[in-house]
């Protein structure tokens, strides 16, 4: 599976900003999707994720009620809706493909896109 992540960019606080992540190869919906993301000096975290299916989600508590995480297996392609846009979710934001929609490590990863947030 290869993927890669597009829509990143420079917005103002309070802004919205929708990723793209396309992804390459069979089998798409039987892979959960995740987003994380990754500020400088900073570790990478855990953003969102979705089943399959897409009937299952979950949230970093730092986004909730603000990112929403989408998918279209007929395009084989997940989003993220960024809403609410704060100076804290400046990083590079990163989609990653694994058998699992929750815990472990997820075996593919898209190239990143940076967000960037201005106060």
């Known amino acids: 599976v290869q993927l890669q992540a597009s829509g990143g960019g420079l917005v103002q606080t309070g802004g919205s900003l929708r990723l793209s992540c396309a992804a390459s190869g069979r089998s798409f919906s039987s892979y959960a999707m995740r987003w994380f993301r990754q500020a400088p000096g900073k570790e990478r975290e855990f953003v969102a994720t979705i089943s399959g299916s897409g009937g299952y989600t979950s949230y970093a508590y730092s986004v909730k009620g603000r990112f929403t995480i989408s998918r279209d297996n007929a395009k084989n392609t997940v989003y993220l809706q960024m809403n609410s846009l704060k100076p804290e979710d400046t990083a590079v934001y990163y989609c990653?493909?694994?058998?699992?929609?929750?815990?472990?490590?997820?075996?593919?990863w898209g190239q990143g896109t940076q967000v960037t947030v201005s106060s």
């Open positions: 990653a493909a694994g058998r699992s929609v929750v815990g472990g490590i997820p075996d593919y």
